[in-house]
């Protein structure tokens, strides 16, 4: 069972970067497909980017697309999203989600696992 903790959140300006980190003190995680979802304020939960266990299939949602890289490591049992050239649009709530079937699963049926998710707020 997962045990998803995500750290890096906090405010930052338009244009700027931000590094989101979360780890993962549960069973399975070398296993296990991870993701990034998001929630704005009045808005529905939207699918930002996953990871395949290897780490070698890798999937985008459009409004980040080009802009955020997702990343793991195995070893330390932590995922990476790295943002950049943020948008005030990008302000929502980030989860971490990790999913033990695989990245489809976790873009399309949802993931098994959430976290508890960290503020990310940027400024115009």
């Known amino acids: 069972q997962a045990q998803l903790r995500e750290s890096g959140g906090g405010l930052v300006q338009a244009g700027g970067s931000l590094t989101l980190s979360c780890a993962d003190s549960?069973?399975?995680?070398?296993?296990?497909?991870m993701g990034w979802f998001r929630q704005a304020p009045g808005k529905d939960r939207e699918f930002v980017a996953t990871i395949s266990w290897s780490g070698i299939f890798k999937f985008y949602g459009d409004s980040v697309k080009g802009r955020f890289t997702i990343s793991r490591d195995n070893a330390k049992n932590t995922v990476s999203l790295q943002m950049g050239s943020l948008i005030p649009e990008d302000t929502a709530v980030y989860y971490c989600?990790?999913?033990?079937?695989?990245?489809?699963?976790?873009?399309?049926?949802?993931?098994?696992?959430w976290g508890q998710g960290t503020q990310v707020t940027v400024s115009s």
């Open positions: 549960g069973r399975g995680f070398n296993t296990s497909a």
């Open positions: 989600a990790a999913d033990s079937v695989g990245t489809t699963h976790l873009r399309v049926s949802g993931p098994e696992y």
